[in-house]
T-cell receptor, first 113, second 113 residues
């Protein structure tokens, strides 16, 4: 089955760019997702990319997908203290009538003022 | 627009007591519904999913059960809680067709004493 891996921790200074990386094993995902989780809260869908795309940009967020290397990244430009959170990437395992998401372990982003 | 509600937000229960967590979705029909548990180590584990009323699929053997008595209502239950049931429980929904993103509730923090 799908396995998704992320580095556990990233620290950046306010105003710098953050790059959060993710690798996955199953290339059959139609979409790949990025979620954000603030302390004590649920997961918020940030963005997602269709598997036949290489890049998607949405305001300060840029998603890059390298299908050959099975590598996904999320770049946050001009990182702010409000971006401090855990970021999860997820691949999908769609079969039958439902879409099961396989989550990475999450990357804790700490933004230093 | 669609919204998802979970309650209670926090719950402290003694070992051996019963459990009922509720999740409701508004603004959509026939959603796929999901229950996840997030342990202290951060990873998310899919517990149950449902593609329709009365249809429940279990992903892992455990002390918990799920039910879907109405189209937009999903309930997580236990007859006798164990210490290992402690965690953060998240409900999610997605549209019932295709490979679609999941949208999460704010979660329930369950502590077992």
């Amino acid at each position: 089955g799908e396995d998704v891996e992320q580095s556990l921790f990233l620290s950046v200074r306010e105003g710098d760019s953050s790059v959060i990386n993710c690798t996955y094993t199953d290339s059959s995902s139609t979409y790949l997702y990025w979620y954000k989780q603030e302390p004590g809260a649920g997961l918020q869908l940030l963005t997602y990319i269709f598997s036949n795309m290489d890049m998607k940009q949405d305001q300060r967020l840029t998603v890059l997908l390298n299908k050959k290397d099975k590598h996904l990244s999320l770049r946050i430009a001009d990182t702010q203290t409000g971006d401090s959170a855990i970021y999860f990437c997820a691949g999908s395992n769609y079969g039958g009538a439902t879409n099961k998401l396989i989550f990475g372990t999450g990357t804790l982003l700490a933004v230093q003022p | 627009s669609q919204t998802i509600h979970q309650w209670p937000a926090t719950l402290v229960q003694p070992v051996g007591s019963p459990l009922s967590l509720e999740c409701t979705v508004e603004g959509t029909s026939n959603p796929n519904l999901y229950w996840y548990r997030q342990a202290a180590g951060r990873g998310l584990q899919l517990l149950f999913y449902s593609v329709g009323i009365g249809q429940i699929s279990s992903e892992v053997p455990q002390n918990l059960s799920a039910s879907r008595p109405q189209d937009r209502q999903f309930i997580l239950s236990s007859k006798k809680l164990l210490l290992s049931d402690s965690g953060f429980y998240l409900c999610a929904w997605s549209t019932g067709t295709g490979d679609q993103p999941q949208h999460f509730g704010d979660g329930t923090r369950l502590s077992i004493l």
